[in-house]
């Protein structure tokens, strides 16, 4: 065992995108992820733990959307979570960015972020 020693090479995770159904990968994903956006947005994800704050953002996330036909991607793996560099829960990820951490934000911040 080598405690010093180079770590073995990993193999990358490839992350996919929510609304492709994995035919897409976010290393080939552009800002048009999948080709077929709703208002420039393809992808919304919710990161959290599935505490109440995490839950309550995506309650917010699905109340904003409501009626863009936009779907919402709740995620509690912590892998997935990590790829994100996201280091506070809840947090939100708009087309494979994050734009918030460690905040529980109401519909009307979560349709500004959304707009930006």
Known sequence: MALFGKKKEEKKEETSCCCCGGEQTTNETTSTC???PVDGICCIKVLGSGCKACHQLYDNTVK?????????EYVT????????????MPALVVNEKLVSSGKTLKPAEILKLIGE
Do not use: N, Q, R, T
């Not at 912590?78 to 506070?88: D, E, F, P, Q, W």
């Open 64 to 72: 904003a959307v409501e009626g863009m036909g936009i779907e919402v």
């Open 34 to 36: 999948c080709g077929e």
């Open 77 to 88: 793996d912590l892998k997935k979570i990590m790829v994100y560099g996201a280091m506070s």
